[in-house]
């Protein structure tokens, strides 16, 4: 008798043929694979076969919905969560502008128009249009490179820390580099400079120490065995109070006096002085060159705001030599990357037209009265929704930079402070996480952030509407 309720619920229940003949999952095979169906239709029926096989008594069943409809919904949700792409937009909130776990620099419109007709299209990636011969993919973006760095010559590859191994492998290999021991630095993930030396070939010759090195730290370890002289922008952290390091123009004198050649890994590349645009100065690249490096290394995803990208300008006769290094092959940039770098590019040869399109520097630059006449906009709607579920208000905050960049810079912007009354702020950044287009916040004393600088227009009414539902929840 005990086993008698359990039958009459197996007998209840759909079979997988008739919920796939439901009208849901019909529609739905328009969009989606017969064969992902099936298998989910079948995961959910043996799911509630299972369950009623296990129930100790009918009361942990009665609820249970056996419509077909019901079990087609199901199937359907199940269709959807399977074939979402685990690679998805998310809304950043975080005021952090390069936010290394979000993806860096997002693409001005331009590039991302160029990506979207190099990919639908054939294209001249490696083919000479007036010979009709192979050509070098390099060209693309090469001209532009020297037009807004002053370098002779140039090539890109996947990403900085490969240009950096790719020129200490070509100009370096079982040979000497000299670095201050000051810009030993490690990059996100880990990568350190002195482990990129080791997988290069080269041998790391530390000078001065952590906080002073001098020009003679450097002239008295130069021997017969060394290649080069390398610096490396500490770009990540700063070190302050009683230091000294050597300047560029120095290291470029010894190097013309000893016949070595002078390289500097900037980590972000910045093309133009942020300073005219209210912020902290970087070296620029085209100072760098300016000052008569040989080699200089930058990344393309940061301060440039383009596409992840190693990119390496300088000297002619150094670049031959590195595109003739069979490793720049197993390093080179694809027709997307080149398509995105080439237009971003050329959008710095119109310097404001550059701060208005592209996200990054937008983003950077935006005034400190535009960020706030958006926050005060959104707590309205907010308060208005929201009664009686947190205290909301508008204070004041600093966005950052973000990617490893100007790790000291702090840019005044205005945040959204939400302090709920009936949840943990955890909880509402979970549940925001569990959108279905999530949103990353700032958790910080029992507050919950939002910073609208990294937020695009368009993004505003979503962000806007997952609060107002996370915290309806409660």
């Known amino acids: 008798m005990e086993n ?10 759909p079979a997988v043929d008739q919920v796939l003949q439901s009208s849901v999952l019909l529609q739905l095979q328009k969009d989606y694979p017969q064969g992902i169906i099936n298998n989910a239709a079948k995961e959910i029926v043996n799911s509630l076969r299972t369950g009623i096989l296990q129930a100790e008594t009918e009361e942990d069943i009665r609820d249970v919905d056996f419509h077909i409809e019901k079990l087609a919904g199901l199937t359907a949700e199940k269709v959807k969560e399977t074939l979402r792409p685990n690679l998805q937009n998310v809304i950043n909130a975080t005021g952090i502008i390069l936010h290394t776990n979000l993806g860096r620099s997002l693409l001005a419109e331009r590039s991302i128009e160029a990506v979207k007709e190099v990919t639908r299209h054939f ?4 083919f000479e249009l007036v010979t009709g011969e192979r050509g070098s993919r390099y060209i693309h973006v090469e001209d532009l490179l020297c037009q807004l760095t002053g370098a002779e010559a140039a090539i890109v590859v996947n990403n900085n820390a490969a240009a950096v191994l790719l020129v200490l492998n070509t100009l370096a290999r079982e040979r000497e580099v000299i670095i201050s021991r000051g810009q030993l630095v490690e990059i996100g993930g880990s990568f350190r400079i002195p482990e990129v030396m080791t997988q290069s070939g080269a041998h790391l010759v530390e000078v001065g120490t952590t906080n002073k090195t001098h020009l003679m730290d450097y002239q008295r370890a130069i021997g017969e065995n060394t290649a080069m002289i390398l610096k490396v922008h500490t770009s990540n952290y700063d070190i ?7 300047s560029t123009s120095e290291l470029v ?3 013309e ?3 070595l050649p002078v390289i500097e890994d900037l980590g972000s590349g910045v093309l133009i002085d942020l300073a005219r645009h209210g912020l902290k100065g970087e070296p620029t690249v085209p100072e760098s060159i300016g000052e008569g490096l040989d080699i200089v290394t930058f990344s393309g995803d940061k301060l440039l705001g383009g596409p992840q990208a190693g990119i390496i300008v300088g000297k002619k006769h150094y670049i031959e030599k590195i595109k003739k290094n069979q490793l720049t092959r197993a390093l080179r940039i694809d027709k997307m990357t080149l398509a995105a770098l080439e237009a971003t590019l050329q959008l710095y040869l119109d310097e404001e037209k550059a701060m208005r399109e592209i996200p990054t520097l937008k983003m950077l630059a935006m005034p400190l009265a535009e960020v706030e006449a958006r926050a005060e906009d959104m707590t309205a709607y907010l308060k208005d929704n929201l009664i009686g579920k947190a205290q909301i208000r508008v204070i004041d905050g600093f966005s950052q930079v973000g990617g490893g960049a100007m790790p000291l810079e702090e840019i005044p912007t205005k945040l959204i402070s939400l302090q709920p009354f009936r949840i943990t702020t955890t909880e509402i950044a ?3 996480r569990e959108e279905e287009i999530p949103v990353i916040a ?7 952030l939002i910073d609208l600088r990294t937020v695009r227009e368009d993004e505003t009414f979503l962000l806007r509407d997952s609060l107002v539902r996370v915290l309806k929840k409660v």
């Open 4 to 13: 008698n309720f359990r039958k009459k619920y197996l007998r209840s229940l």
């Open 123 to 126: 294209s001249n990636l490696e």
């Open 240 to 246: 302050v109070g009683f230091t000294s390091q050597v």
């Open 253 to 255: 004198d010894l190097g």
């Open 257 to 259: 006096k000893y016949s």
């Open 430 to 432: 979970e549940n925001l």
């Open 442 to 448: 700032r958790i910080h004393k029992n507050q919950v």
